[in-house]
């Protein structure tokens, strides 16, 4: 029995019964002018940080806008692009969704998208100061749900040593989180940590922006984990360069709702259960120990098992649907069925995040029936 599967057993209570109230997928076809983009969930969700990618054609960027840098100012997680405005492209965040302008990479007439959501604090910062090393910024935090949104500008750059630490906002320690600087710097990467890399995780880091493995520097992070007040970073130009501005989105476990840890393939198409607490809605995975894609899936543009409609966030092609991506969606996880190195290479190590339709047990202590 896989060692995750046997949470099964386990009563998985949770302090969110719905998921949607703070993570939503959102489909649309383009019109080529403006429109308004409404969320279907059990609970409206006015979100803080929206991921949109187009679906059918490649050559088109994924791009993500926060409630703390401004409805405008994008980046493109599938390259090194540093911040850019687009006035034509979301337009504002709503109440339950978000409005968008005639820009190719979110309104092309007839053209598919998807937008991924997250409910931080309604763009609502609190602000840090400088400190020694200790950069300045703010940050917005939704506690419930364990994500933050944390903007701060460098202290030290590649100098060859040195820390300084930002605030997070959240009450438990991140779990995973990325950084991205949004001016020009010597490494324009996104840079990301997470708990799925070992033991000792804060001495390794992954690009988001390619199909890399992980890498040990002790300068990314200086080899210290997260508190639950504080993240830390080094002297590396990509995390921490003097005077240049950053975003960093982290996230925690929260049971029931999300996960984020990792698991080892065993390289046959009946592949190894994850045991999350939950259905997911929404599951990320790459493989850290060799050169190979990450991509995404979701119940909403996958309605079936297996889901076999994956974007690939480092890259800026259309929807994959080869059977490497195959992932069954269950009730309480999910299951690999691909026996490819992009989830499920024998011996190799993958990290996942994943976020719940619903969980497997409610706050009440009541099974959720799966649909």
Request: aromatic fraction near 12%; glycine fraction near 12%.
């Amino acid at each position: 029995m896989h060692k995750e599967l046997s949470g099964v057993r386990k009563v998985a209570y949770t302090t969110i019964d719905d998921g949607s109230a703070y993570f939503q997928t959102a489909l649309w076809t383009g019109n080529g002018g403006t429109q308004s983009i409404t969320n279907d969930g059990n609970s409206d969700l006015q979100p803080d940080f929206v991921w949109t990618k187009r679906r059918d054609t490649d050559g088109q960027n994924h791009h993500v806008v926060d409630s703390s840098r401004g409805v405008t100012k994008t980046l493109v997680p599938n390259d090194t692009d540093t911040e850019a405005t687009k006035s034509t492209g979301l337009t504002a965040f709503n109440s339950d969704g978000f409005s968008i302008g005639a820009d190719a990479n979110y309104n092309n007439n007839t053209e598919l998208y998807v937008g991924w959501q997250w409910k931080a604090n309604g763009g609502s910062r609190t602000t840090f100061t400088e400190s020694s090393n200790n950069p300045a910024g703010g940050y917005q935090a939704n506690t419930t749900a364990g994500f933050s949104i944390i903007d701060y500008t460098g202290t030290l750059g590649d100098s060859g040593g040195g820390s300084g630490t930002f605030a997070h906002g959240l009450n438990s320690a991140p779990t995973w989180w990325v950084v991205k600087p949004r001016v020009n710097v010597s490494d324009n990467q996104w840079f990301v940590c997470h708990q799925g890399f070992a033991s000792d995780y804060a001495t390794d880091f992954i690009h988001f922006d390619t199909t890399g493995a992980k890498q040990d520097n002790a300068l990314m992070w200086n080899d210290t984990a997260p508190t639950n007040s504080v993240i830390t970073v080094g002297s590396k130009p990509g995390t921490n360069n003097d005077g240049s501005g950053f975003i960093c989105y982290a996230w925690h476990d929260v049971q029931g709702f999300s996960k984020f840890g990792s698991y080892t393939g065993n390289g046959i198409i009946n592949g190894p259960v994850i045991y999350t607490g939950f259905k997911p809605a929404w599951i990320m995975i790459k493989c850290t120990s060799q050169t190979e894609p990450w991509f995404i899936v979701d119940t909403k543009r996958s309605t079936t098992n297996p889901t076999n409609e994956a974007l690939v966030p480092n890259d800026s092609n259309t929807e994959n649907t080869t059977a490497g991506y195959n992932i069954d969606i269950l009730s309480y996880g999910f299951k690999c069925r691909g026996d490819s190195g992009q989830q499920n290479e024998d011996g190799g190590n993958y990290i996942y995040m994943a976020f719940a339709k619903h969980p497997l047990v409610s706050s009440k202590g009541v099974p959720v029936t799966a649909r």
